[in-house]
């Protein structure tokens, strides 16, 4: 198994651009989360999806907007990309399944680094 | 309201030195807890958990106990070697969906 796999590495983008972050999980799990870390921060979560067809906002979901497009693949966009958008963004994944608490660990992807000039 | 807070870093010991990062939280009812390692230009990683009062969590030489009277999960290894050099979370899972991370504390093990 490949676990969560998020793709591109790496990114450089100008300041108003577009770009989606890819994010894709092989356990078969219910919910997906994007998180961003930034130097001092921690992680902050972006959105997440309970389930296939849901996503609800996180902390700090301005600028961003998301797409589970299957079970499978969980999508976050940035329209208008901005130098406060700079930071280094994680995926995961997580069973949950309600009323079961050994359920709700989280799988991470390896990341992606954005920087925004 | 529900809420972790995380021993600030950053941590630097000598090898085989003794390690604890403190971990503490804030909550209505009976949570999960987590420890996770982010090593250099990786992701996070599951280091262990405990889903009870009393339950203890290992993995790699690391333990933490579910100590629900101090509301405490405190991360502890007797003997640090230069690998364990990484970033740790503490993590609680309050009921939802999701989970509430610490600040992370930078651990520097000199050889």
């Known amino acids: 198994n490949a676990g969560v796999t998020q793709t591109p590495k790496f990114q450089v983008l100008k300041t108003g651009q577009s770009m989606t972050l890819q994010c894709a999980q092989d356990?078969?799990?219910?919910?997906m989360y994007w998180y961003r870390q930034d130097p001092g921060m921690g992680l902050r979560l972006i959105y997440y999806?309970?389930?296939?067809?849901?996503?609800d906002k996180g902390e700090v979901p301005n600028g961003y907007n998301v797409s589970r497009l299957n079970k499978r693949e969980f999508s976050l966009r940035l329209e208008s990309a901005a130098p406060s958008q700079t930071s280094v963004y994680f995926c995961?994944?997580?069973?949950?399944?309600?009323?079961?608490?050994?359920?709700?660990?989280?799988?991470f992807g390896p990341g992606t680094r954005l920087t925004v000039l | 309201g529900n809420s972790v807070t995380q021993m600030e870093g950053p941590v630097t010991l000598s090898e085989e030195a003794f390690l604890t990062i403190n971990c503490t939280y804030t909550?209505?009812?009976?949570?999960?807890l987590f420890w996770y390692v982010q090593y250099p230009g990786e992701g996070l990683q599951l280091l262990l958990k405990?889903?009870?009062?009393?339950d203890k969590g290992s993995n790699k030489g690391f333990e933490a106990t579910y100590r629900k009277e101090t509301t405490s999960f405190h991360l502890e290894k007797g003997s640090v070697q230069v690998s364990d050099s990484a970033v740790y979370f503490c993590?609680?899972?309050?009921?939802?969906?999701?989970?509430?991370f610490g600040t992370g504390t930078r651990l520097t093990i000199i050889p």
């Open positions: 995961a994944s997580s069973a949950h399944l309600p009323g079961l608490a050994g359920y709700n660990e989280q799988f």
């Open positions: 356990m078969n799990h219910n919910s």
């Open positions: 999806s309970a389930s296939e067809g849901t996503t």
């Open positions: 909550a209505t009812g009976y949570p999960s």
């Open positions: 405990a889903t009870k009062a009393d």
């Open positions: 993590a609680v899972n309050f009921g939802n969906e999701k989970l509430t």
